[in-house]
């Protein structure tokens, strides 16, 4: 019971559902405000815009809230404008209706409206539908009313101060390099003895599915990036890293941090395609090669996996290794595309596994 109780309550601790239910507080407290001022401040015979454009302003960064609010308050605006004049000049009825929403839809369309153009036709939908007479709603009311919601809706995100979003690009670039050198971990583990076609092609779909773990990360990242702008925390924390002084590592940014593991999927996957390869290669494995070659491995999965972990550098191992091999002569001529192939992937890898300690002084620097 006590443990899943805790296991509840470290879900709710997880930033994507802080996040999510920090969203749905702003939008209850902007929605409610806008109410209660379009009803008892404004007496508004419609109070349902006020709410109904605070909440449309209310997104997940300031930026966005503000851009998107600039788009709402000009689509609502016209969307009272429209149905003023329809209502006003043709009446209200089936065809009048209809021509009040195909005008709004056409408007929609708009290129520098269009993420929030929709609120034309939804206003005239509200306002026209509310019992139009001819003379209410009054047209400068309505229009206050719309600017109400979008002042309240802005002020809102900037009074619940938005999160800036690292927290989750730092836990998915954690998770790639943990599964990366898990996979380097099994490499090793199965290699030792033997593998066969299916354990291959499973360490080449974990790949796969890193790469789109990988996407989510990238996405997080635009986020993070778009949540800085204009964002009050941004200015809050800014003076306590400048007290730090500055660190080689924190020049190294999120996307340049992605990219590097980026390159070191694609560097494993190229390897698992190799061994599954060579699953179909019926001769013989140079005994010394192998054991070497899977001790660089697992030092290498650990290393990723734990970048607290001490090891010898990945990277002087393989040149001593591929060394070694060469001068010996042991190795027949047809077997080098293929350990040649292993040797240069692991040292591409050996290369991301120094950045990994690099990149994780960035990100806690930064």
């Known amino acids: 019971m006590r443990r899943t109780l805790r296991a509840r309550l470290s879900t709710l601790a997880e930033p994507e559902v802080v996040i999510d239910l920090l969203q749905i507080a702003k939008g209850v407290i902007a929605g409610t405000t806008a109410w209660w001022l379009s009803m008892y401040i404004l007496d508004s015979q419609l109070p349902f815009l006020a709410p109904w454009t605070a909440l449309l302003t209310v997104h997940a960064t300031v930026h966005r809230s503000l851009s998107r609010g600039m788009q709402t308050t000009v689509a609502s605006t016209v969307g009272v404008l429209l149905s003023f004049m329809i209502g006003a000049w043709l009446g209200v009825s089936v065809w009048t209706f209809a021509l009040a929403l195909l ?33 209410q709603p009054l047209l400068l009311d309505r229009i206050i009313e719309v600017a109400l919601g979008v002042i309240v809706g802005v002020v809102v995100n900037l009074a619940v101060i938005p999160p800036l979003r690292h927290r989750q690009a730092s836990r ?9 050198g ?96 060579a699953t179909y290669d019926d001769g013989e494995w140079d005994s010394t090669f192998r054991e070497r070659w899977v001790e ?36 027949p001529r047809r077997s080098w595309p293929l350990y040649g192939s292993l040797i240069a992937s692991m ?20």
Do not use: C
């Open 182 to 277: 898990e996979v380097l971990s099994d490499m090793a583990e199965q290699f030792s003895t033997s593998w066969d076609t299916d354990r291959a092609e499973a360490w080449f779909q974990e790949t796969r599915s890193m790469s789109e773990e990988l996407d989510s990360a990238w996405r997080t990242v635009r986020f993070a990036r778009e949540s800085e702008k204009m964002n009050p925390r941004t200015r809050l924390t800014v003076p306590s890293r400048t007290r730090r002084g500055p660190s080689p590592a924190a020049d190294a940014s999120y996307e340049e941090i992605l990219a590097r593991v980026d390159e070191g999927i694609s560097h494993l996957r190229h390897l698992a395609r190799t061994l599954r390869d």
């Open 347 to 366: 040292r591409h890898i050996a290369v991301i596994v120094d950045d990994v300690v690099s990149a994780r002084e960035a990100r806690e620097a930064g």
């Open 296 to 331: 660089i491995v697992r030092d290498a999965g650990r290393a990723i996996a734990d970048p607290d972990t001490e090891v010898e550098p990945i990277h002087d191992r393989l040149t001593a290794l591929a060394a070694d091999v060469s001068e010996d002569g042991r190795l």
């Open 172 to 180: 998915y670039v954690d998770s790639i390099n943990r599964r990366m």
């Open 103 to 135: 005008v709004g839809l056409l408007g929609a369309r708009i290129t520098w409206i269009r993420d929030e153009g929709v609120a034309i036709a939804t206003t005239a939908i509200f306002v026209l539908g509310s019992g139009f007479d001819g003379q």
